[in-house]
């Protein structure tokens, strides 16, 4: 953890407590005492300092400043999702990475069973959100929302919810290629772990996403998107 992130009802009076995953960083990874000073932030809001002013067995208690701006998103996705054990693997990185709205679409090759999956839970998928934001130092949490039927969303949602030029779909495939750049926030649409289909990828293309490849190996999902967001950004 690079920055202790607070959600904002656990903080009262400028003070924050934390007497969970946290706090055991803070004791035996920061060795942290009465007096020291910590990189600290509130989720979804400012960031800046705190002075740790008691601990209490495994709680700590910490004075807050928070004044700075995080930074800002960069990116937007459409995703197809993996398995959920990839999928808990990848939710820190994109966080870290600073992608700000994650949409979950059925494409066809999508294992129906993910749907039921427990980790589209808020409850479940928000402390990995979290993690990776403590890890990037930034505080503002990705949103994200679901869409099962791809054709649907693509067809009826994704302008009004994505209205930038600037729209990236990543499929394998021929030598690597750089998209042209357009104005605009970056849309990320990346495929299954079984790929997109070709109709799939078509209909992308027909609502202004540029094809881009990172060569002929075949990735995993989080290694694949890693390296997209590494080679866009």
Not at 130 to 149: F, I, K
Request: hydrophobic share 40%; net charge neutral.
């Amino acid at each position: 953890m690079n920055r202790i992130l607070f959600e904002s009802s656990e903080i009262a009076d400028g003070v924050a407590t934390c007497s969970d995953a946290r706090a055991e960083h803070i004791l035996a990874v920061l060795h942290g005492e009465v007096g020291q000073t910590l990189k600290t932030g509130e989720l979804d809001g400012r960031i800046g300092t705190g002075e740790i002013v008691s601990i209490e067995g495994r709680t700590v208690a910490v004075k807050v400043s928070h004044t700075e701006e995080s930074l800002r998103p960069w990116c937007d996705l459409v995703l197809a999702p993996p398995r959920p054990r990839v999928m808990k693997r990848l939710l820190p990185q994109l966080a870290s990475l600073g992608v700000g709205t994650i949409v979950l679409v059925g494409a066809k090759k999508v294992e129906k069973d993910f749907w039921g999956a427990t980790l589209l839970k808020e409850e479940n998928y928000r402390p990995l959100l979290v993690d990776g934001l403590m890890q990037a130092g930034t505080s503002v949490v990705p949103r994200m929302e679901t869409r099962r039927n791809f054709r649907r969303f693509v067809g009826d949602e994704l302008d009004s919810l994505f209205p930038t030029a600037n729209r990236v779909v990543g499929h394998p495939g021929g030598a690597p290629n750089a998209p042209a750049q357009k104005p605009g926030r970056l849309l990320l649409a990346v495929g299954p772990e079984g790929g997109w289909t070709d109709d799939e990828v078509s209909l992308l293309e027909s609502h202004g996403f540029s094809r881009y490849s990172l060569g002929s190996r075949i990735l995993r999902t989080d290694t694949a998107l890693v390296a997209l967001l590494a080679r866009l950004w």
